[in-house]
């Protein structure tokens, strides 16, 4: 077919792929792996998806205001009268616990005269417009008009709040702004089945980082659609991450890339031990004593190991359950759109979105998303970075700061060369790059179809 490396054919630190699968039973039917096929050898990805300003207006009009999209987390508006503001594109969304317990989502936006109703998150009790003073129920219903004698034309059930419409899933919000879309369920797909051992409703917000970078959201979120670029970008991973030994698979609105750890890849130019592959794993240095070494087993049980006692403390002995490849393997799921919730015990969870109306800078979110015990632990608060800042100034990532750091360093020179390139698309690996076709599939049906 290709020169791509066969997952399974690939051997590094003597392990295949398949013997990885084998140790590790992580269920994934063989059916479905098949689907991925149909998007090798794709025509290239034209240019003007990330430059041209009639491409992001069509994209805003086709797809940001029909789509189903992640909103924010239910954990983060807990309490009657707890609102966040959601933006994209040029649309700002008041998402609003009422008092009847129910998320809503209002237009931002008061039907006097139109100031935005909130400027920020918060908590009210009423929802009240600071420029004349008209105010709104937290269901939406119009509650005081000011001088209510001078408006006689003003009528009750028409001056109530316009909604979108609301779903949740796995503790996210969910809006969509087309009231004729398809059932939030139906736009799911696979994934809550995928994702009832990861039960992602019963994390809380252990961290969340949100910062602007200066490229076309799709140029930020296609750098975690593959491992391809380990090598090139993060090469100290390369001792062991089986970053071109990764499997891709893709079912209709979701996608996954699962990439092994614990385990070289097979572009390293030599192989590393066991206690190498655990001293890359751990950024720990070679003349660093204090060290524990694998011993007769291989790097990726003992981290295994080692992983599954941090969480046995938060959640009991059911991390006897899982197994080796659920506490390991980088196993990166992506919803359609832009949200990417690492599946298994990884607390990972990515969204990318334009950056308001730009379509020349956009915002990335990390959410690390963590089991607990006991009461649920209040949300993070939210750090925000600039396009200046570094990835390192949020120490809440901790080593993962460092990577992303190296993915944010590309990210603005891919976009000032896609604004310079002459050739008309960017060119994909048949098979490492097909999370990226795939996106780029449905993008084309939404924005083009
Ligand atoms: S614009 Fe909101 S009350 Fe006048
Ligand atoms: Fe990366």
């Known amino acids: 077919m290709n020169d791509r490396q066969e997952p399974g054919a690939a051997r590094s630190a003597g392990v295949t792929y398949q013997q990885l699968l084998d140790t590790d039973p992580f269920p994934v039917p063989e059916s479905l792996r098949e689907v991925a096929p149909k998007y090798l ?20 009009e086709r797809l940001w205001k029909r789509v189903w999209q992640a909103a924010c987390r239910e954990e983060q508006i807990p309490d009657p009268g707890c609102h966040v503001l959601y933006e994209i594109a040029n649309v700002s969304l008041v998402i609003m616990r009422g008092d009847d317990g129910r998320i809503r989502a209002f237009y931002n936006a008061c039907l006097h005269r139109g100031r935005a109703l909130k400027d920020h998150g918060g908590r009210c009790s009423i929802i009240r417009c600071p420029y004349h003073g008209f105010a709104w129920s937290l269901q939406g219903e119009l509650q005081d008009v000011p001088a209510r004698w001078d408006f006689p034309h003003v009528d009750d059930a028409a001056f109530a709040l316009p909604e979108v419409r609301v779903g949740t899933w796995g503790g996210w919000v969910f809006v969509n702004m087309d009231p004729d879309a398809e059932p939030l369920e139906q736009h799911l797909g696979e994934l809550p089945r995928h994702f009832e051992r990861w039960a992602l409703e019963d994390r809380y917000i252990q961290a ?118 659920e506490f390991i393997d980088n196993i990166d799921y992506t919803l359609f759109p832009n949200l990417h919730p690492w599946g298994a015990y990884n607390r990972i969870c990515y969204r990318f979105r334009p950056n308001g109306d730009d379509h020349r800078t956009c915002i990335m979110e990390v959410f690390l998303l963590a ?65 990226v076709r795939w996106l780029h599939d449905l993008l084309g049906r939404w924005v083009e179809g």
């Open 208 to 325: 969340h980082v949100h910062k602007v970078i200066r490229c076309n959201w799709k140029v930020a979120q296609e750098a975690f659609c593959e491992s391809y670029h380990v090598g090139g970008t993060h090469p100290q991973a390369l001792p062991y991450l089986g970053d071109v030994n990764s499997q891709v698979d893709i079912w209709d609105t979701v996608a996954r890339v699962i990439t092994p750890g614990g385990t070289a890849s097979p572009l390293l130019g030599w192989t590393p031990s066991e206690d190498e592959i655990l001293r890359y794993m751990l950024d720990i240095r070679v003349d660093e004593e204090n060290f524990f070494t694998a011993g007769d087993q291989s790097a990726r049980a003992v981290s295994a190991a080692a992983a599954r006692e941090r969480w046995r403390p938060v959640v009991g002995d059911r991390v006897d359950q899982w197994s080796d490849a």
């Open 41 to 60: 050898g794709s025509a290239d990805v034209p240019i003007e998806r990330y430059i041209s300003r009639q491409w992001h207006e069509r994209e805003v």
């Open 371 to 435: 089991p607990f015990s006991g009461p649920r632990p209040a949300p993070a608060a939210t750090t925000y970075l600039g396009p200046d800042d570094d990835w390192t100034d949020a120490p809440e990532l901790g080593m993962l700061a460092k990577v992303f750091q190296q993915d944010a360093f590309n990210m603005p020179r891919v976009q000032r060369g896609l604004e310079t390139m002459t050739k008309p698309g960017v060119t994909l690996a048949n098979y490492q790059e097909s999370k």
